[in-house]
């Protein structure tokens, strides 16, 4: 958008893990909980809103409600399923592997692919990649691999990005890790589930920072028989749920339906204004309930 000289602001409604902040960029990005007048005023008096990788204004809070006040137009650019009407175009598709596999067509589609340079195709691979579980998910077809090649072919390191997402991390990470693992796993062999509990007290033990939790729901999911598999964080005025599933049952559904999130049918999240304790309780009494759903 800069290189078609146009002013770009790019919001998002919370910050982000530190192993993303190596990013082209990172320090133009305004973290809207932090800068919500500057925000505010970025939506209202702008020409065009891009809405990238979420599929409800809902899913963005207070900041989802500016949103919907701006009398911009609104281009959805996103794959999870069965987004809620607020856009005016859409760029979408539940097939694609990764929001950024989408924005690569935009940018095809708008005749400016020679505008892909080696930041953007960093960033455009990091969004890729991760997105696809480090390509492992089933929706990694051929398609997202030829476009990972063109953007090795324009000086994407793929070593480079690998490490610094994923072998960046605090020893207070590893720690939790470690603890996570160690003592907050608990299975329900009965029902094919597995979940971590963290509470408030732990995440101060171990100096949480945002992203210290990635992928820890899949250490539950990887047992043997466990077919769903939950993180369950208790934040300062909330509860945080990450579910991850495999086979048929939809964590998409489920999250949707009672822990006011949503996201895709085997990956999704979810959030309670509850207390630790009720949260839990709701979770549990639900996994009785899905058992025969469960048991495959």
Known sequence: MKKEKHEVHVIVPNDYPDFLTWMKGNNKVIVYNKEKNKSKNLILNSDLIFCLDFNSLERIFDLGDIINSSSSKK?????????SKFYDYSLHSSKAAAT???IYDFINMMGNIENIDKPISECLYAGIMTDTGSFKFSSTSSKVHRI???LIDRGVDINKIHRLIYDNNSLNKLKLLG???????NFLEEYNTAYFILNRNDLKRFKYKKGDTEGLVNYALSIKNVN?????????????FS????????VNNFAK????????KNAAGGRLDENLNVALSKFLKLI???KKKLIY
């Open 288 to 290: 009785k309930a899905n």
């Open 243 to 250: 579910f991850r599933s495999i086979g048929e049952f939809s």
């Open 228 to 240: 769903l598999a939950c993180i369950i964080i208790e934040e300062k005025d909330l509860i945080k």
């Open 75 to 83: 281009i959805l650019i996103d794959h999870h399923p069965n987004p």
């Open 148 to 150: 990972v090649a063109d």
């Open 257 to 264: 339906k009672h822990f006011n999130g949503g996201g895709h």
């Open 100 to 102: 950024c596999e989408l």
């Open 179 to 185: 603890f996570s693992i160690s003592k907050r796993l």
